[in-house]
């Protein structure tokens, strides 16, 4: 089972997401649930690196497992939540065509801040 875990800010902007796992819906090579979910996240890396206003950083701890965190000012806002808004409806379209090979969990991030910004 693949499972995508994306955190939202309260503006709903992608301030993160991590995948992990494998889907097991093929055999390695040929999972059209594991390619489905890697066009989609290597898209996005693509597309955010080295947007103006964008910052992502990245890890990779092995195979199956990937996350990346964003980081944005006015300018690259508009840009964010056009490519978080793509990488959600992809990944629910994937979990909705193979709910038992992918799981997206998606976590709105409340957290109030204070006059100061922080």
Known sequence: MIKADLVLDEAGLL?????????????????IVCAAVSVLTRTAVRVLSGREGITIQGEIPE??????????TAEGREFLAAAGAFLIEGLLSVSEEF??????????????RNKHGT
Request: glycine share 14%; net charge positive.
């Open 63 to 72: 195979e199956g497992n990937f996350y990346l965190g964003t980081e944005c």
């Open 99 to 112: 709910p038992d090979h992918c799981k997206v969990n998606i976590k709105a991030n409340t957290k109030r």
């Open 15 to 31: 301030r993160s997401f991590r995948v992990s796992g494998h889907s097991g819906a093929g055999k390695r090579g040929s999972d």
